[in-house]
């Protein structure tokens, strides 16, 4: 089989030939006929394929093709035509089954681009609106984004606040509120009320047009295993060269020779590798786990080794409300839904910290009104009658005079990421905040433990103590703290030196070399993007770590199929070879043959495309 997939017209030529000449022996005054329509059909038809092969030969690629060449070839002396003509059907036949793979593993893309933005709404410096299409688009243009409307490339909100869907890109089926100064992905949908946004990418160089790139090309690649299926053609075809000389010395019968090329002929031991490993891609691709090529998922199956950035992979990667300190008479019930009811209406990230934290710990937030708010520093507001203050100490300091130094005399640790609450002038309490361990990071390293992943080892630039505190937490072993980004590929490297396969696992720029290191490097598209999505062999766009596992799993289930499909194919192809050699399989019953092995092989390839079941470390 060459690389250049045939013209459809040419199984489409076959069958037709194929329908004739039955038709013809079925009619007493044209049965006569049937032979010569068969012979013309296959001098037409197989030229193509037997072109093909020679041309494939004088360009270095002698591999399968060569069985089919001589069947066709041969059928023509033998006046065995239906049997050649069964061969061209079912390589050329075979070919048009792997398009329609292809066409199946395609689906992910082409749902990702007919559903991509394709018009935008930019405003005129009069202030009226001007529809465009979306590749129209220029950085820092205003567009207005509608209610329901689509992102059409990277922006930030400078006016209005709404709500909006990322589901899309990171699987977080809870919108985010929005506001001024809130980026925004392209591939969001607005939800409630309208927003003006900035453009900051062409909608060409935006998240969403990456991610389908993305897609696309792990679609077009071919991976180390299929270039083993050409190795197992390789020495396939020389073995069946021999049982046709064997055959032909024994009983001197040129067709038993003819049967043996015809079952012996090796589709589907090349066709049914690329089909798994499509059908693994698209799998992934389904679970918003982009695999940029089929190396990547070959080598993801037979990782040993996991290496771990600990900020926004481990942990949520935004600050989390970690503590609540009341100053009495004020508890921390009521610190909180104070606190909460004046950030609600802000934008600022720990606000929505705050609000987040309350509604986690079920408190209800009152109403608030006159918010008035500082960018960067803090926000006050009236609740149920009192003046409400919450913001950096700076801030407090000068709205409150007197509050922050109480709140500072209970707990001098001002090291924490803090947010001060005083309450008609007084000293009320403060929040805490810190970075949370993700809630089902115990859970993966529990699962790739399981699959036989034996290191496992924490990376971090953050503080030692910090760094072997959250390693204890969650069962590491091995911890590395205060790392610069190359001392992240120096321990890469060491790894890889002591025969390790690594799989490394970040979502921050500062991570994109040991992600371009690694074995197989893993980037969360939910917190990273950019360089670090372009570094990584396999992108997660969504907010999930779990995806890890179910990478791996994924890969493996793959290869597993792949590998069943590769000795599917030459375990059956050799026992027809025998049979048919011994003289029990004639030339046309052989074809047959080899045909109904050629779909059995593809069908069981294509169930890489469903959901991988539990494996074994071995698996």
């Given amino acids: 089989m060459t690389r250049r997939l045939p013209p459809a017209l040419v199984p489409g030529a076959a069958l037709v030939f194929i329908l004739a000449g039955l038709f013809a022996r079925l009619q007493p005054d044209l049965s006569g006929w049937s032979r010569s329509i068969w012979m013309a059909g296959l001098v037409l038809t197989g030229l193509p394929v037997a072109f093909r092969t020679l041309a494939g030969l004088f360009r270095g690629r002698a591999a399968a093709d060569i069985v089919a060449m001589l069947a066709i070839l041969a059928a023509v002396p033998l006046g065995e035509p239906l049997a050649g003509l069964?061969?061209?059907?079912?390589?050329?036949?075979?070919?048009a089954l792997e398009r329609f793979a292809e066409g199946r593993a395609s689906a992910a893309v082409r749902a990702l681009e007919e559903s991509a933005p394709h018009e935008a709404h930019r405003l005129r410096a009069d202030g009226t609106v001007e529809d465009i299409a979306a590749d129209e688009?220029?950085?820092?243009?205003?567009?207005?984004?509608?209610?329901?409307?689509?992102?059409?490339?990277?922006?930030?909100?400078?006016?209005?606040?709404?709500?909006?869907?990322?589901?899309?890109?990171?699987?977080?089926?809870?919108p985010v509120s929005a506001g001024p100064g809130s980026r925004l992905p392209s591939g969001s949908?607005?939800?409630?009320?309208?927003?003006?946004?900035?453009a900051e990418a062409l909608a060409s160089q935006s998240l969403y047009a990456r991610i389908v790139e993305l897609v696309r090309s792990a679609q077009a690649s071919k991976a180390p295993l299929q270039r083993l299926a050409d190795r197992y053609a390789v020495w396939f075809t020389p073995l069946t060269l021999a049982v046709c000389v064997v055959a032909f010395l024994v009983s001197h019968d040129a067709r038993r020779v003819l049967a043996v090329l015809v079952v012996a002929t090796p589709c589907p031991l090349i066709l049914a590798t690329p089909v798994a490993i499509i059908g693994g891609l698209n799998r992934a691709a389904r679970r918003q786990i982009v695999i940029r090529n089929g190396v990547a998922l070959e080598q993801l199956g037979g990782v040993t080794a996991a290496l771990f950035d600990k900020t926004g992979t481990l942990t949520i990667?935004?600050?989390?409300?970690?503590?609540?300190?009341p100053v009495a008479p004020f508890t921390e019930v009521e610190v909180l839904a104070l606190a909460g009811a004046v950030e609600h209406g802000s934008g600022h990230l720990l606000a929505r910290s705050v609000v987040e934290g309350a509604r986690s710990r079920g408190v209800g937030l009152p109403a608030a009104n006159e918010i008035r708010e500082a960018p960067g520093e803090g926000v006050e507001g009236r609740v149920e009658g009192r003046v409400v203050v919450?913001?950096?100490?700076?801030?407090?300091?000068?709205?409150?005079?007197?509050?922050?130094?109480?709140?500072?005399?209970?707990?001098?640790?001002?090291?924490?990421?803090?947010?001060?609450?005083?309450?008609?002038?007084?000293?009320?309490?403060?929040?805490?905040?810190?970075?949370?361990?993700?809630?089902?990071?115990?859970?993966?390293?529990?699962?790739?433990?399981?699959?036989?992943?034996?290191?496992?080892?924490?990376?971090?630039?953050?503080?030692?103590?910090?760094?072997?505190?959250?390693?204890?937490?969650?069962?590491f072993t091995e911890t590395h703290a205060d790392l610069l980004p190359h001392d992240k590929v120096r321990?890469?490297?060491?790894?890889?030196?002591?025969?390790?396969?690594?799989?490394?696992?970040?979502?921050?720029?500062?991570?994109?070399?040991?992600?371009?290191?690694?074995?197989?490097?893993?980037?969360?598209?939910?917190h990273g993007g950019g360089i670090t999505a372009e570094a990584a062999?396999?992108?997660?766009?969504?907010?999930?770590?779990?995806?890890?596992?179910?990478?791996?799993?994924?890969?493996?289930w793959t290869m597993r199929i792949a590998r069943q499909s590769i000795w599917a194919g030459l375990g059956m192809s050799g026992v027809a070879m025998i049979v048919a050699a011994a003289g029990y399989i004639p030339p046309i019953a052989g074809a047959v043959l080899q045909e109904v092995i050629d779909i059995a092989v593809i069908l069981n390839a294509l169930r890489a495309a469903r959901p991988a079941p539990a494996l074994t470390p071995q698996a």
């Fill in 390 to 475: 919450v913001g950096a100490r700076e801030y407090v300091r000068r709205m409150a005079p007197g509050a922050v130094e109480a709140l500072d005399a209970t707990d001098g640790n001002r090291a924490a990421l803090r947010a001060y609450v005083a309450v008609d002038g007084r000293a009320a309490g403060f929040l805490e905040f810190a970075d949370a361990v993700r809630p089902e990071a115990a859970a993966l390293l529990s699962r790739l433990r399981a699959l036989g992943i034996g290191r496992m080892a924490l990376l971090s630039g953050d503080r030692r103590e910090n760094v072997e505190a959250m390693g204890a937490a969650l069962g």
């Fill in 86 to 95: 069964v061969v061209v059907l079912m390589q050329t036949g075979g070919e």
């Fill in 491 to 526: 321990l890469l490297e060491e790894a890889l030196a002591s025969g390790e396969r690594v799989v490394m696992v970040g979502d921050g720029t500062n991570d994109a070399p040991a992600l371009s290191t690694a074995t197989v490097g893993i980037a969360l598209a939910s």
């Fill in 317 to 325: 990667g935004h600050p989390a409300l970690a503590r609540v300190a």
């Fill in 137 to 174: 688009v220029a950085v820092a243009d205003l567009l207005l984004v509608r209610p329901g409307e689509m992102l059409p490339c990277d922006a930030v909100v400078t006016i209005g606040s709404s709500h909006v869907d990322v589901s899309r890109l990171t699987g977080e089926p809870v």
């Fill in 537 to 556: 062999d396999i992108v997660i766009l969504a907010d999930d770590l779990g995806r890890v596992a179910e990478a791996i799993e994924t890969s493996r």
């Fill in 189 to 198: 949908v607005n939800g409630e009320s309208p927003l003006t946004v900035r």
